[in-house]
């Protein structure tokens, strides 16, 4: 299995556009999470999807990131309208169910917003 | 609020000693205690767990401790080799949530 896969990589952008960060889980696993790193906070969890329904978003800052899962194979997080504030790297990760004790992680999405 | 802190954003160590990163938590519900290692531009990927119920784990060259009266988890790398050179992130579990902590750039110094 390739992992799970991110796209982009990197992405830089002006305050006030759209960003989408994809991800594709590994193929099998139930449940899929977004993780925004910082320096000050470390890795926080965003949400988290079972079975492509979302359980948790407690952590989403604001009602500007929203995030959805169509299908098993695939996941969007979405800022609109992005500020600098949200320059961070974004992590998906999935696993077979939630509170299994091993995630898998992609690569992640670098974002600047500038 | 962090309810899992690494105090130490970086640790040295030479090549051939003991690496020891430590990690606090907070809440006593947490049943479940990871590490996970990162390299520049990759997503983190797990090392090492241990139960709540257990004080010790150990697989080849990482021991994992935890001390539930002191609320305090450890890991030990020994010997440490240049390429355990990463960011070492402490994760607990409660539920079906994993809380993260702010991560330790450990270098091994050849």
């Known amino acids: 299995d390739a992992g799970v896969i991110q796209s982009p990589r990197h992405e830089v952008t002006e305050m006030g556009q759209e960003v989408t960060l994809r991800c594709k889980p590994i193929s099998g696993h139930n449940s899929l999470f977004w993780y925004r790193q910082t320096m000050m906070r470390g890795l926080e969890l965003l949400i988290y999807?079972?079975?492509?329904?979302?359980?948790?978003d407690s952590g989403m800052p604001e009602d500007r990131f929203s995030a959805k899962m169509p299908n098993a194979s695939f996941s969007t997080l979405k800022i609109q309208p992005s500020e600098p504030r949200d320059s961070a790297v974004y992590f998906c990760?999935?696993?077979?169910?939630?509170?299994?004790?091993?995630?898998?992680f992609g690569p992640g999405t670098r974002l600047l917003v500038l | 609020d962090q309810q899992v802190k690494q105090n130490s954003p970086s640790l040295s160590v030479q090549e051939g000693r003991i690496s020891i990163l430590n990690c606090d938590y907070t809440?006593?519900?947490?049943?479940?205690f990871l590490w996970y290692k990162k390299y520049p531009a990759e997503g983190p990927t797990f090392l090492i767990s241990?139960?709540?119920?257990?004080d010790k784990n150990e697989d080849g060259r990482f021991t994992v401790f935890l001390n539930k009266s002191a609320k305090h988890l450890s890991l030990h790398i020994v010997p440490s080799q240049p390429g355990d050179s990463a960011v070492y992130f402490c994760a607990a579990r409660e539920g079906n949530q994993f809380y993260f902590g702010t991560g330790t750039s450990l270098t091994v110094i050849p």
């Open positions: 990760a999935s696993s077979f169910r939630a509170g299994m004790e091993t995630q898998y």
């Open positions: 241990i139960s709540s119920i257990k």
């Open positions: 809440n006593s519900m947490f049943d479940y």
């Open positions: 999807f079972n079975n492509n329904v979302p359980i948790d």
